[in-house]
């Protein structure tokens, strides 16, 4: 909501909010200096002459003239009763790679040429950043009048402040040191859902407890295991680029980014692909002795001899030795990915579809899918094995109240575990045993049991009951119970 008033030259905003998503910024050494280059041509400083000129023009001016002027160029004041910038959360990626474009092309010396090859190579090793993330606080302004310069100085001071108190994180991000402020992030936030994630557990309920302390100690273990392979796998890949670097090797450089991109989605994959990283390194180091001379005679005469013979040998220190530090590197990286399981958790949107095989498909039912699942964990799956589901129901409105369970065989009452969760079986009744059809007797549904004198029966009469304080619940039982009976029958 913007209001105007042209006499005092004052916009009025009453509320000015700016959200800015979690972004990536990933940058070379090449592409910054092309974009200079290109913006270097657009910004022209006029010569000294030219100043002294405007310069003298205005001080023949009267004041009269002077204030005019001034009063017509004075900058428009905004005032904010209510300013806010959101917070700044980004991931920074930056190389000394890359090859820049320029059209300006600046004369080259020996010692510019000595820096750039150190920069290209090992340095581009040592100060390569990958993914850190930097988190900026939000810039909030109430009641402020400012201009639009004065209100852009003071969000640049807040974020070159913001910036600046995060340098640490981009020196203590650096592959070569093992990215450590990302392994202190990682373990802080797997400790953090070992304790989280079972508290929040322990308030949805007994099987959510059970279910959240196994996803707390999963984080806790991929997070610190992941996070420490990954240090690893930073550190040795930093080594084995600043060797190929120095192989001086086009070729190998090529086939060596090759094989870094592949990655397994298994462990044992990994560890195979790494282990012909190992060998591959080997063979082309001892190759190169002859094929690198070879190679230089062809195209160079005797001085690419020589040189193929510096580049053999060169290769012979550097690419054995890179190689391992390869496999180690790749190792490492999968038992990250293994540990942290990249592609997250798969759960379902819902439960599978239940369809009883006596009454064919009908709409998707919640509730019968949550019986069908709560069969399946019952003696641990045993019942699942030879009863199909047929409905289920609670005996009483209480938190904890007994389960019926019926299937197309048995008659399952379930008990609630008190602490891990889960369902024990407290009565179970076979359906071929039962004589008629139940009778409901005050608060409790009566049957008529056959005797089976080849087990133990642990009642003493031939009537079991079934109690519940509901009577609508037991007349909707009884009447599932002899729609079951009838199936059986048939």
Known sequence: MRRTVPERNIDTFRYFKVLIQEFNI????GFMLSL???FSSLQTTPPESHQLHSDLLVAQRS??????????????????E?????????RVSFSLNGTPHLVNQKVSTFASDIVDFFLNSVGATFTEIKGV?????????R???????????????????????????LVLGLDVLGNPYGLVRDFTQGLGDFFYEPFLGSIQGSDEFAESLSRGVHSLMGKTVGGAAGSVALVTGSLGNALAALSFDSDYKRKRRTRLQQQPRSLPATIVVAGRSMVLGVCLGFSGLVLDPVKGTHEEGVEGFFKGVGKGILGLLTKPTGGIIDMVSMAFDGLRRSAEMEDGVVARMRLPRHVNPAMGLKPFSPYKSVGNRLLH????????????????????????ADVLMITDRHLLVLEKRRFWGGWDVEMKIIVDHILGVPAIVGDKLVFKVKQNDSSVNLFSGSEMEIRSPEPEILTWVQKQIENVIQFRQQ
């Open 26 to 29: 990933c940058v070379d050494k």
């Open 143 to 169: 009641g402020a009048l400012l201009s639009t310069n004065q209100l852009l100085t003071q969000i640049r001071s807040h974020y070159t402040q913001q910036a600046l108190q995060q340098a640490y994180v």
């Open 377 to 400: 964990t019952i003696c641990k799956g045993g019942y699942a094995k030879s009863d199909t589901y047929w409905t289920h129901i609670p005996l009483s409105k209480e938190e904890r």
């Open 63 to 80: 004041l009269q003239e002077v204030a005019v002027v001034m009063i017509a160029t004075r900058p428009q004041r905004v005032y904010f």
């Open 82 to 90: 209510f300013l806010h910038l959101s917070p700044l959360k980004m």
């Open 133 to 141: 993330e930097l988190r900026m606080a939000f810039f909030q302004r």
């Open 36 to 38: 200079l280059d290109v």
